[in-house]
Nanobody, 121 residues
Framework: QVQLVESGGGWVQPGGSLRLSCAAS????????VAWYRQAPGSPREFVAA???????NYADSVKGRFAISLDYAKNTVFLQMNNLKPEDTATYYC???????????????WGQGTQVTVSP
């Protein structure tokens, strides 16, 4: 098992920036796809950004040009840099990693506990 510990959320004014982190609690044999999702109160969880093991990234239209996903393989940590934040970005953000914990493991999905991002004047 592995725990994903998220950090970096908080309150920021519109136009501000935050950098979310999602760190694995142990070494991982192989990280495949990684992604960020978010959920606002009363709304379903929605896709924000993803990065494949091949290095390709894709983003929800609402965050393109403002958010950037990255991965530090050495630290088993995924980041989401969020710039020019808007009130509609307010939500709880969740990281998702598809990993093989050991060479004998199958690929498994893990989720972070969520970190709150609030954008308001």
């Amino acid at each position: 098992q592995v725990q994903l510990v998220e950090s970096g959320g908080g309150w920021v004014q519109p136009g501000g920036s935050l950098r979310l982190s999602c760190a694995a609690s142990r070494d991982i044999f192989q990280i495949n796809n990684v992604a960020w999702y978010r959920q606002a109160p009363g709304s379903p969880r929605e896709f924000v950004a993803a990065r494949t093991s091949g290095g390709a990234s894709n983003y929800a239209d609402s965050v393109k040009g403002r958010f950037a996903i990255s991965l530090d393989y050495a630290k088993n940590t995924v980041f989401l840099q969020m710039n020019n934040l808007k009130p509609e970005d307010t939500a709880t953000y969740y990281c998702n990693l598809q990993v093989r914990l050991t060479s004998h493991s199958r690929r498994t999905d893990y989720w972070g506990q969520g970190t709150q991002v609030t954008v308001s004047p």
